[in-house]
Structures are given as structure tokens and as C-alpha cells.
């Protein structure tokens, strides 16, 4: 796994070549694995593994976003009807459903099942393009959201289910802290191995030519719609995957946890981690989860929101990409010594991202 | 509407046909089959008036939301917020002076100011992003959000207007026939028939502004070619931030108007924000036209899924949108 956490940075360091490793990517890979071994059981779960959790969320919303140009508030909505399947499908203490599915059979079908709400939704949205989606994502999220509180027959309206237990395997009850701090590592980094490797497939790159001109590429004779709705579905299995996650953190799962809070905090995390690069949304998760445990030792508790809100404001007015934009905009000034490609042409367009054979063969 | 008619004469005599079997519902007594089938006609007549206002308000909030994306292509998803501010300064001006008026007129007027400060200081230095812009909305009615919260509270308020807006009038509408023969009479409260009116009114005097106006006819141009319009000479700037402060004003507006129908709290924002988005994506972005019919199904839609089938009253909702999105991705009145 290092070694292709490794390359995944190595695109974020400016090029393919191993030379130009960063000796910082190894640091924070040996750093994630070495983390529990070091750090009190609050830190593991909580800080931890609740961040890798929202930041594969936000990594869904961020590869919609980042290759697709196109902007879903509903991913969390995703997440939590997956969550809300996993209690459905397998048990809680409720008493209202609870199929009683083994593991087995109940987290592939409620990942699947996610993941298709996610490619019908994209079906709806696709319909429209760029500031028209935010719309009709958002209204989609709230209408689900309001569905789940309203209907008692399957999801048990307001109160939701409750005492939702990951399996015991291996001899290793997974909801321990450190064996689910590894699980939500081992999820995280996967989807961003994944959606690395996706940027540069056949795929991802006729997703990223339509994200720069629809048009051209429906001339070309690519299904646009079709190319959109995939990007849907995939990133639907990175989000739904992400709920089962998160359906075992809390054990419950309610109308809440799909709410219109939770769907802005998914768009601040990506946005404010940043757009352009997998890792973005997840140094976005760490900083919302740290600020959102801290703050009350800065400021009111009842206050964190307007933090949150200014944060996320300033890094829109001023720095577009995030702290990822922030990044690449000093780095220029901190390698002197180094014979530096201008950064801002990278900040511009993903195209220096890729070999250029790689997007001629596509083409 | 000639053109209407000629041009889809099919879905002009069903509307015709629709309207008019309204019409009979409303106004004849109903035989028993009927009250077998539907229900009581009180509840009908009632649900109808409800649906019909509630449209009304919808439209006050969704024509400012629609006016600001028609020109400035900005989706100000801080439109709930002003809603809600709106409200709660109305509220408190009225409290404080005892006149509900007074109230409503700040209350538009504050909001109207605010709109173009946001206007002129944030959404002037990014021009042309509209990804930018709208995330910028989103980040305003978080901190917007919060800080009404720690101002007002999360308590319930509910206006107190004019004594005369109090109260319910006899509709020349019978409900039933008695075995005596007196007719009974549906009663309705005057408010809602108020904010009815006022919602007519300010229609039309959109309407008039856009028609009739210079700085209408300049804000039609903006639509339809901005850059065409600075070319001649008009200054592009000064009408955006009428535009905006016309539409956040509305919204003010909307809030007080809405604020006294129903009550203000916390999440009202979230709620009319809501109901402006789906307005507008049924109705047609950027077209008051199309506000105003978005706004009449949605209310109708709503209070009709709340009379007669109570649990799924939103997703009934969400299933007009979805029919319309499939149908006319554009909007009922979209141009594009």
C-alpha cells in the first residue's frame, strides 16, 4: 500500500517520476500506520479514524467535482441510506426491520444499493448542468431527508435504528478502537489509490474532457449523459462504503445523520481541503474534525458553526483551491534551490497531471 | 398566451378543462358520490385556499431568488437566510415601534440594503464564477445562520398585525345544504386572503417594473446579453445591484409576510430555501412568469399532499420536480 500511496503523491508533487518523491509522503504513510501505536484511544477513533470516515465522503464529492465539474450535495445522502440499509438489511435493537442478513450478504447489497440511489440520483441531475445541479442535488438530499424522517414502515421516521454492531471476525471485534481506526485506514486509502488511479483511466480522462467542453466530446460521440452517471455510480461506492463506516462509528443511524448540516460540512470539507487532488478532501476531514473537537476551547461551543462558516469563507474568496491552491501558490517561494516548473500552470488545469501520451491515446 | 394556444392547443384545453372542473369544485354543492370520493368539500375548498397562499408566499420569496439568477446568473443559496433575517428585523421593528407596517417596510429595506452590500463588496470581485459565487452564498448563510441563532434564539415568534387582518370572513362558497335548507358558508381567515392579494400585487408590479420601465427594459437586456448591454453604454454594475437588492428586499419582505402567516424559527430559512429552489427548477430559472406558476403547483402540491396524504407530502414534491426535470429539463417557462 505504501507504494501506491506513494505514487498517488507523486502526482500531487508535480510529475510520475519517482525522483521526484517526496521524502514528506513517506513520512505521513509511515505516520497514518504507525498512528494508533501512539495516540490515546480518543484520538484513534474520534480524530482519527472519524476523519479518514468524512474525508472518503468528501473524496466521493471531490472526484464528482474535481474530474467531473460537476457538484453533488447528495453524497452524503449517499452515505447515510447506506447506513440506513446496513440497518435495514442486517440488525438493530429497534425492533422495526432487521432483516437479520449475515455481514456477509448485508454490506455488499447495501454498498450496491447506495451506490445505485447515487447513479439514480446522478440520472436526475445529470439532466442539468454546472449551478443547476448544487440545486437540484440539494433539493434532492432535503426531499430524502424528509422522506427517512417521515416514513416509520421501513425507516422508522424520527428516531431511526439503533445498536447497529459491526461483525466479529478473525477473533477482532472491529468497532475496537484500533482495528477500526486500520479498517477506515484501509477503506480510505484504497478509494484514494482508487480514484488516483481512476484520474488517469480511459474513463476518468473522458470524464475530464467533458468536464472542459461537453460539447466537443458529444461531437467526438461520447455519451456525456452516460460518462456523468457512471461518475455517479462510482463515486456512489466510494460514499455508501464510507457510510457502512460510518454507521459502525456511531451504531445508529437517524434522519440527522443525512441532514442539511452534514451535507454543507461534506461540501466544506471537500472544498476547503481542496478540489484538484484526492488528497484534498481528506486534509479538509482532518482540519473540520480537529476544529470541530478544539474549537470549544477557542470560542463558544455554540459558536463553531460561524468558525466553520468564516474558515470556509475565506478560503472561497481567497484561495478558490483550498488549502491545496494555498499550497501550491507558496511552494514556488520555498524551493529555491530547485529548478521549479511554475506552480500557478498546474493550479490553472489538471492537464500537467497527465504524460501527454496517456491523453493522446484517448483522443 | 395566443401563442400558447396555437401552439400546444392540446395542453391548452386541458388546462381549460382542468380549471374549470376547479371551478365547479369550488363553487357547486357537492352530490354525495362526490363527498363519498374526496372527502368533505369544507376540507377540499380549504386545502385548495391554503394551497393557493401558501403558493402566493412561495412566489414572494422565489421572484427575488429568480430575478437574481435571470441576470446575474447567481444561485444565492443565501436566499433562505434573508428570508429569515428578514423576518426576525421585522419582527423586532415591529415589537419595538407596535407597527406591523413600519416593520415590513424595514424589514425590506434592510434586507434590500444588505443584498446590495453583498452585491457590490463580494460577488463584484468574482464575476463570471459561478461556482464561486454560489459556495460564497453557502459559506454567508452558515455564519448567517448561526449568528441569527445566537441573536434570536431559538425561540418560536409570531408577529401580532392589525387587529383588521385578524380573524375569518364568510366566502360566497357553500360547503353544505342543511336538511333545513340554510346554506352553510365556507369561512376563511383574511390574512391568508391578504397575503394572496399582496402576492397578486406584487406580480404584477414586477411585472410592470420589468415591462414598463427603463431600468426594466435595461434589466430584460441584461438578461438576454449582458455584454451587449455594458457596450451600450449602460452602467452594467448599478443595475446588478438594483437587481440584487430588489431580489434580497423581496426576500426581506417575504419573511415578514411569511413570518406572520405561519411563525419564525430556526430552520425556516432552510425551509424556504427549499421551496425556492424547487420553485424555480419547476417554474424555470430566471423567469418571473415562471415563479409564479412554480410557485401555484408547488403550494398546491404541498397542501393538497398534506390534506390527503400526509406522510409523503414532500416527496409528492419531489415527484413534480423529477416529472418536470424528465420532461423540460429547463424549467416549465426556462428559456434555454
Redesign the interface.
Known sequence: MAAERRRGHGIFSGGVRWSDLHPATVVAVVFLLAYPSFSSDFFTVQIGAYSLILGTIALSLMMLAGYGGI?SLAQLTVAGFTAYLVAILGDNSVGVMGLGWPWWLTVPVSILGGAVLGALIGA?AV??E???T???T???A??LF??VR??YVIFNGWTGFAGIEPPTLLGVYWRDPVPFYYLSLLVAGFFFCAVVYLSRSTFGLGLQAIRDNPRRMRALGFDVALHRIFAFFLAGLVSATAGVLLVWFYGRVSPGTMG?EGT?DI??IA?VGGLRHPIGPFLGAIGFVLLENFAIDLIDR?????V???V??AI??FS?DGVLGLWNRIRPRLRFDRNVRPASGRAETDAGDHPAGVRESTS | MRQFIERHTFWAIVLVLLVAVFVWLIFAVWPPWLVDALGRKKTFVNTLFNGVTLGGLYFLVASGFTLVFGLMRNVNLAHGSMYLLGAYIGYDVAEASGSWFLGLAVAFLAIALSGALLQILVFRRMEGDDLRQTLVTIGLSIVAADLMLAIWSGVTYQFSPPEWLFGATKLPIVSVVKSSGAAVYIKYPIYRLTVLLVAVAIGIALWLFLNRTRIGMMIRAGVNDREMLSASGVNVQLVFAVVFALGAGLAGFAGVVGGTALSISPGEDIRYLLASLVVVIVGGLGSVTGAAIGALIIGLAEQFGLAYFPTYGVVLTFLIMVFVLAVRPQGIMGGR
Open positions: 457538484v436526475i439532466r442539468t454546472g449551478i443547476y448544487i440545486m437540484i440539494l433539493a434532492i432535503v426531499v424528509f422522506f417521515q416514513n442539511v454543507i461540501l466544506v472544498v455554540e459558536r463553531f458553526n460561524t466553520i462558516g468564516l470556509f469563507l472561497v474568496l478558490p
